[in-house]
T-cell receptor, first 115, second 115 residues
């Protein structure tokens, strides 16, 4: 069985601060995918990134960066110079190899960015 | 940009009534899913669907639930006799397939309120 743990439940920062959202996962499968989704106050789920288990290269996209470490089963997400529009619930998710395998989500982290 | 569309955005129904939630997945996607999110909680897998049949279902997806792809474009979730605890946001998702195209794209959700 798969498990995703997002130990932080709520984080509040002031605009322009950097913030890191933690994600720890468990799986016995050797091939899997990790994801981050954003859920803004409007409620939809927005795909942010996918990482393959065989690719530990970190990724940066604008103000967003992701740190994948297999040794610690972690896939952390950092927002640099946070903005009010970053306020949302962020979900980490895991999917094992298989075209139609399901996503297992963590409980989500509510990020509030204050002006 | 292609997107998953769901209708209605909000549905209120009386306990015991049948509801049908509708989804139009992205046109070249082959794998379809329903997830639900009870208010303030994590996103939970309900069912996956491929090649006109259910691939996997969770323990939540009991005999009261069914899915159908009636016409090659729509993907529906039916709840036969709604209960108060079925109140949740229901998300439809679709994905293209394996490997680099395994991420699921979600619709905006249908908020179901059972009274």
């Amino acid at each position: 069985a798969q498990k995703v743990t997002q130990a932080q439940t709520e984080i509040s920062v002031v605009e322009k601060e950097d913030v890191t959202l933690d994600c720890v996962y468990e799986t016995r499968d050797t091939t899997y995918y990790l994801f981050w989704y954003k859920q803004p106050p409007s409620g939809e789920l927005v795909f942010l990134i996918r990482r393959n288990s065989f690719d530990e290269q970190n990724e940066i996209s604008g103000r967003y960066s992701w740190n994948f470490q297999k040794s610690t089963s972690s896939f952390n997400f950092t927002i640099t110079a946070s903005q009010v529009v970053d306020s949302a619930v962020y979900f980490c998710a895991l999917k094992v190899y298989g075209a139609n395998s399901k996503l297992t989500f963590g409980k989500g982290i509510t990020l509030s960015v204050r002006p | 940009e292609p997107e998953v569309t769901q209708t209605p955005s909000h549905q209120v129904t009386q306990m015991g009534q049948e509801v049908i939630l509708r989804c139009v997945p992205i046109s070249n996607h082959l794998y379809f899913y329903w997830y639900r999110q009870i208010l303030g909680q994590k996103v939970e897998f309900l069912v996956s669907f491929y090649n006109n049949e259910i691939s996997e279902k969770s323990e939540i997806f009991d005999d009261q639930f069914s899915v159908e792809r009636p016409d090659g474009s729509n993907f529906t979730l039916k709840i036969r006799s709604t209960k108060l605890e079925d109140s949740a946001m229901y998300f439809c998702a679709s994905s293209e397939g394996l490997g680099e195209n395994t991420e699921a794209f979600f619709g905006q959700g249908t908020r179901l309120t059972v009274v």
